[in-house]
Protein backbone atom coordinates (compact mmCIF):
# COMPACT_ATOMS: atom_id res chain seq x y z
CA UNK A 1 0.00 0.00 0.00
CA UNK A 2 1.45 3.52 -1.44
CA UNK A 3 -1.04 5.43 -1.87
CA UNK A 4 -2.75 9.06 -0.13
CA UNK A 5 -6.33 9.20 -1.72
CA UNK A 6 -7.87 6.02 -3.80
CA UNK A 7 -10.42 6.39 -6.51
CA UNK A 8 -12.15 3.45 -7.09
CA UNK A 9 -14.36 2.80 -10.11
CA UNK A 10 -17.31 -0.12 -10.04
CA UNK A 11 -19.42 -0.86 -12.93
CA UNK A 12 -21.73 -4.07 -11.82
CA UNK A 13 -23.32 -7.00 -13.40
CA UNK A 14 -25.84 -8.61 -11.67
CA UNK A 15 -24.48 -9.88 -8.60
CA UNK A 16 -24.14 -9.39 -4.85
CA UNK A 17 -21.71 -6.52 -4.25
CA UNK A 18 -19.85 -6.19 -1.08
CA UNK A 19 -17.20 -3.99 0.25
CA UNK A 20 -15.62 -3.80 3.49
CA UNK A 21 -12.53 -2.91 5.62
CA UNK A 22 -9.23 -4.67 5.13
CA UNK A 23 -7.63 -5.70 8.37
CA UNK A 24 -4.15 -7.11 8.79
CA UNK A 25 -2.64 -6.45 4.96
CA UNK A 26 -0.85 -4.15 3.74
CA UNK A 27 -2.23 -4.04 0.40
CA UNK A 28 -4.23 -1.20 -0.76
CA UNK A 29 -7.23 -3.70 -1.85
CA UNK A 30 -8.20 -7.29 -1.96
CA UNK A 31 -11.20 -8.65 -3.83
CA UNK A 32 -13.17 -12.20 -4.67
CA UNK A 33 -14.93 -11.98 -7.62
CA UNK A 34 -17.21 -14.37 -9.71
CA UNK A 35 -17.67 -13.30 -12.87
CA UNK A 36 -18.44 -15.10 -16.46
CA UNK A 37 -17.04 -13.83 -19.48
CA UNK A 38 -14.25 -10.41 -19.47
CA UNK A 39 -13.55 -9.26 -16.56
CA UNK A 40 -11.73 -5.69 -17.27
CA UNK A 41 -9.93 -3.63 -14.98
CA UNK A 42 -7.69 -0.11 -15.54
CA UNK A 43 -5.60 1.49 -13.23
CA UNK A 44 -3.18 4.52 -12.88
CA UNK A 45 -1.14 6.12 -10.26
CA UNK A 46 -0.23 9.87 -10.17
CA UNK A 47 0.93 12.39 -7.23
CA UNK A 48 0.54 9.65 -4.71
CA UNK A 49 -3.17 9.09 -5.71
CA UNK A 50 -4.12 5.68 -6.81
CA UNK A 51 -7.40 5.01 -9.85
CA UNK A 52 -8.48 1.87 -9.92
CA UNK A 53 -11.99 0.67 -12.25
CA UNK A 54 -13.49 -2.50 -12.55
CA UNK A 55 -15.93 -3.41 -15.07
CA UNK A 56 -17.92 -7.00 -15.76
CA UNK A 57 -17.48 -7.44 -20.14
CA UNK A 58 -20.53 -9.86 -19.76
CA UNK A 59 -22.30 -11.81 -17.73
CA UNK A 60 -21.85 -12.27 -14.24
CA UNK A 61 -24.62 -14.43 -12.71
CA UNK A 62 -25.60 -18.20 -13.08
CA UNK A 63 -26.93 -18.10 -16.63
CA UNK A 64 -23.37 -18.98 -17.89
CA UNK A 65 -22.52 -22.44 -18.78
CA UNK A 66 -22.49 -24.55 -16.25
CA UNK A 67 -24.10 -22.01 -13.98
CA UNK A 68 -22.51 -20.57 -10.83
CA UNK A 69 -20.30 -22.71 -8.52
CA UNK A 70 -21.77 -23.11 -4.77
CA UNK A 71 -18.23 -21.59 -3.62
CA UNK A 72 -19.12 -18.53 -5.68
CA UNK A 73 -20.02 -15.44 -3.45
CA UNK A 74 -20.54 -12.50 -5.87
CA UNK A 75 -18.09 -9.52 -5.91
CA UNK A 76 -17.03 -9.42 -2.34
CA UNK A 77 -14.16 -5.86 -2.11
CA UNK A 78 -11.72 -5.34 0.48
CA UNK A 79 -9.94 -1.76 1.11
CA UNK A 80 -7.30 -0.62 3.33
CA UNK A 81 -8.45 1.54 5.38
CA UNK A 82 -5.93 3.87 6.35
CA UNK A 83 -6.86 5.91 2.37
CA UNK A 84 -8.87 8.85 1.40
CA UNK A 85 -11.38 6.82 0.15
CA UNK A 86 -13.89 8.13 -3.38
CA UNK A 87 -15.60 5.49 -4.41
CA UNK A 88 -17.69 5.93 -8.00
CA UNK A 89 -20.43 3.12 -8.26
CA UNK A 90 -22.77 1.98 -10.97
CA UNK A 91 -24.85 -0.73 -10.17
CA UNK A 92 -26.77 -3.42 -12.00
CA UNK A 93 -29.49 -6.20 -10.75
CA UNK A 94 -28.50 -7.38 -7.24
CA UNK A 95 -27.70 -6.49 -3.53
CA UNK A 96 -25.15 -4.24 -2.83
CA UNK A 97 -23.15 -3.56 0.97
CA UNK A 98 -20.70 -0.76 1.94
CA UNK A 99 -19.34 -0.65 5.19
CA UNK A 100 -17.68 2.57 5.10
CA UNK A 101 -17.57 3.00 8.51
CA UNK A 102 -13.74 3.01 9.46
CA UNK A 103 -12.30 4.76 6.02
CA UNK A 104 -12.08 8.72 5.52
CA UNK A 105 -14.59 8.95 3.10
CA UNK A 106 -14.50 12.02 0.00
CA UNK A 107 -16.90 11.11 -2.05
CA UNK A 108 -19.57 8.85 -2.31
CA UNK A 109 -21.50 8.49 -6.04
CA UNK A 110 -24.06 5.68 -6.72
CA UNK A 111 -25.65 5.30 -10.28
CA UNK A 112 -28.04 2.50 -9.12
CA UNK A 113 -29.38 -0.36 -11.08
CA UNK A 114 -32.39 -2.79 -9.73
CA UNK A 115 -32.00 -3.92 -5.85
CA UNK A 116 -31.28 -3.14 -2.79
CA UNK A 117 -28.21 -0.69 -1.20
CA UNK A 118 -26.97 -0.98 2.64
CA UNK A 119 -24.43 1.41 3.44
CA UNK A 120 -22.99 2.29 6.45
CA UNK A 121 -21.18 6.09 6.64
CA UNK A 122 -18.12 7.21 8.29
CA UNK A 123 -18.09 9.92 10.94
CA UNK A 124 -16.73 13.04 8.41
CA UNK A 125 -12.91 14.12 8.49
CA UNK A 126 -14.10 17.76 6.89
CA UNK A 127 -17.15 17.69 4.40
CA UNK A 128 -18.41 15.03 1.95
CA UNK A 129 -20.84 13.95 0.30
CA UNK A 130 -22.82 11.13 -1.34
CA UNK A 131 -25.13 11.10 -4.43
CA UNK A 132 -27.52 8.65 -5.67
CA UNK A 133 -29.25 8.46 -8.35
CA UNK A 134 -32.34 6.24 -9.98
CA UNK A 135 -32.57 2.83 -9.06
CA UNK A 136 -35.41 0.43 -8.45
CA UNK A 137 -34.99 -0.78 -4.97
CA UNK A 138 -34.53 0.00 -1.30
CA UNK A 139 -31.79 2.04 -0.26
CA UNK A 140 -30.90 2.36 3.21
CA UNK A 141 -27.80 4.42 4.76
CA UNK A 142 -27.27 4.49 8.45
CA UNK A 143 -25.43 7.19 9.59
CA UNK A 144 -23.06 8.12 12.60
CA UNK A 145 -24.26 9.34 15.92
CA UNK A 146 -23.61 13.12 16.76
CA UNK A 147 -22.99 14.22 13.47
CA UNK A 148 -24.98 17.00 11.24
CA UNK A 149 -26.82 15.55 7.72
CA UNK A 150 -28.67 17.48 5.21
CA UNK A 151 -30.49 15.11 2.99
CA UNK A 152 -31.98 16.28 -0.32
CA UNK A 153 -34.48 13.91 -1.61
CA UNK A 154 -36.47 13.61 -4.80
CA UNK A 155 -38.12 10.55 -5.51
CA UNK A 156 -40.27 9.13 -8.32
CA UNK A 157 -42.88 6.86 -6.63
CA UNK A 158 -41.57 5.69 -3.01
CA UNK A 159 -41.07 7.17 0.05
CA UNK A 160 -38.46 8.80 2.78
CA UNK A 161 -37.85 7.62 6.11
CA UNK A 162 -36.04 10.09 8.22
CA UNK A 163 -34.66 10.69 11.80
CA UNK A 164 -37.32 12.43 13.71
CA UNK A 165 -34.59 15.42 14.55
CA UNK A 166 -34.24 16.32 10.97
CA UNK A 167 -36.49 19.35 10.29
CA UNK A 168 -37.49 20.13 6.82
CA UNK A 169 -35.95 23.12 5.71
CA UNK A 170 -37.46 23.40 1.89
CA UNK A 171 -39.84 21.46 -0.59
CA UNK A 172 -42.97 19.79 -0.61
CA UNK A 173 -45.03 19.24 2.59
CA UNK A 174 -46.91 16.57 0.83
CA UNK A 175 -46.66 14.86 -2.71
CA UNK A 176 -48.81 12.57 -4.23
CA UNK A 177 -46.56 10.29 -5.87
CA UNK A 178 -43.17 10.73 -4.22
CA UNK A 179 -41.23 12.73 -1.89
CA UNK A 180 -38.95 16.08 -2.65
CA UNK A 181 -37.72 18.09 0.20
CA UNK A 182 -34.36 19.39 2.01
CA UNK A 183 -34.28 18.36 5.64
CA UNK A 184 -31.23 18.69 7.70
CA UNK A 185 -30.17 18.39 11.13
CA UNK A 186 -30.24 21.05 13.89
CA UNK A 187 -26.68 22.27 14.00
CA UNK A 188 -26.05 21.72 10.21
CA UNK A 189 -25.72 25.42 9.16
CA UNK A 190 -22.66 25.82 12.16
CA UNK A 191 -21.04 22.55 11.55
CA UNK A 192 -17.19 22.21 9.86
CA UNK A 193 -17.23 18.54 9.61
CA UNK A 194 -20.60 17.44 8.04
CA UNK A 195 -22.29 14.85 5.54
CA UNK A 196 -24.41 15.74 2.57
CA UNK A 197 -26.91 13.35 0.97
CA UNK A 198 -28.83 13.87 -2.57
CA UNK A 199 -31.11 11.14 -3.50
CA UNK A 200 -32.41 11.94 -6.89
CA UNK A 201 -34.83 8.15 -6.88
CA UNK A 202 -36.87 6.05 -9.19
CA UNK A 203 -39.04 3.55 -7.57
CA UNK A 204 -38.26 2.51 -3.99
CA UNK A 205 -37.60 3.78 -0.76
CA UNK A 206 -35.07 5.67 1.09
CA UNK A 207 -34.50 5.16 4.64
CA UNK A 208 -31.56 6.85 6.66
CA UNK A 209 -31.00 5.56 10.07
Same mark, same amino acid.
Given at each position: ?6 ? *??? @? ?7 ? %? ?5 ? %? ?20 ? %? #? &?????? =????? =? &???? +??? @? ?25 ? #?????? *?????? =? ?19 ? $???? +? ?10 ? =??? $? @?? $? ?6 DADLPSDFVQVSGDEDN ?5 ? #? ?15 ? *? ?10
Open positions: RSTDEFN *FVI @EAGTDHITI %NPLDDSN %NLIEADVWHVGELLLDQDQTDG %N #T &WFAIKQ =DGLSF =D &WGLG +GRP @EDASGWNFMIHPDVALAINFEGGIGET #TMDLSQ *FHLTDL =DLDLGVGSIDIILPIPQGDYS $VDIN +GGVGEVTIDIPD =DVE $V @EV $VVSTGIGFLGVDG #TWQTPGFEQAENTITII *FDGGVGSFELK
